[in-house]
Nanobody, 125 residues
Framework: QVELVESGGGSVQPGGSLRLSCAASGYTFSTYCMGWFRQAPGKEREGVAAIESDGGTTYADSVKGRFTISKDNAKNTLYLQMNSLKPEDTAMYYC???????????????????WGQGTQVTVSS
C-alpha cells in the first residue's frame, strides 16, 4: 500500500531555513504528482507547492521565491526546501500523492488520494 512519511520539521527563528523530506513507498513514485500542504491551528489546510511527474512545479503565492519543491525518483523522496521562513509559515506540513502524471488543480487537497502524517514546522523568535 501507499505510504508517505514526512520528516525534517522543527523549530527555527524567522529568516531561517528547513528542508522537509517525504519518503514514499508502495507505488511507482516517478509517475505520480506530489504535493506539500500545510495546516495552521484554526485554519484550513492549504496547498503550498506541487510537482508533476515531468518536474513541472506550482507554488502558492505566499511561498514563491522562498520555497522550492523537488524530488529524487531514485530515492522515492519528495523535498521542500524552505528559506526565509516567517512566523506565518508555522503549521503542520503534509505531503500528498496523486496517482497520475498530471493533476488539474495541483494545490487543491481534494485532488490527492494519499497523505502522510505530517511534520510540525514552528517559526518563532
Amino acid at each position: 500500500q501507499v505510504e508517505l512519511v514526512e520528516s525534517g520539521g522543527g523549530s527555527v527563528q524567522p529568516g531561517g531555513s528547513l528542508r522537509l523530506s517525504c519518503a514514499a513507498s508502495g507505488y511507482t513514485f516517478s509517475t505520480y504528482c506530489m504535493g506539500w500542504f500545510r495546516q495552521a491551528p484554526g485554519k484550513e489546510r492549504e496547498g503550498v507547492a506541487a510537482i508533476e511527474s515531468d518536474g513541472g512545479t506550482t507554488y502558492a503565492d505566499s511561498v514563491k521565491g522562498r520555497f522550492t519543491i523537488s524530488k529524487d525518483n531514485a530515492k522515492n523522496t519528495l523535498y521542500l526546501q524552505m528559506n526565509s521562513l516567517k512566523p506565518e509559515d508555522t503549521a503542520m506540513y503534509y505531503c500528498a500523492a496523486y496517482p497520475s502524471s498530471y493533476v488539474a488543480s495541483p494545490l487543491e487537497q481534494y485532488e490527492y488520494n494519499y497523505w502522510g502524517q505530517g511534520t510540525q514546522v514552528t517559526v518563532s523568535s
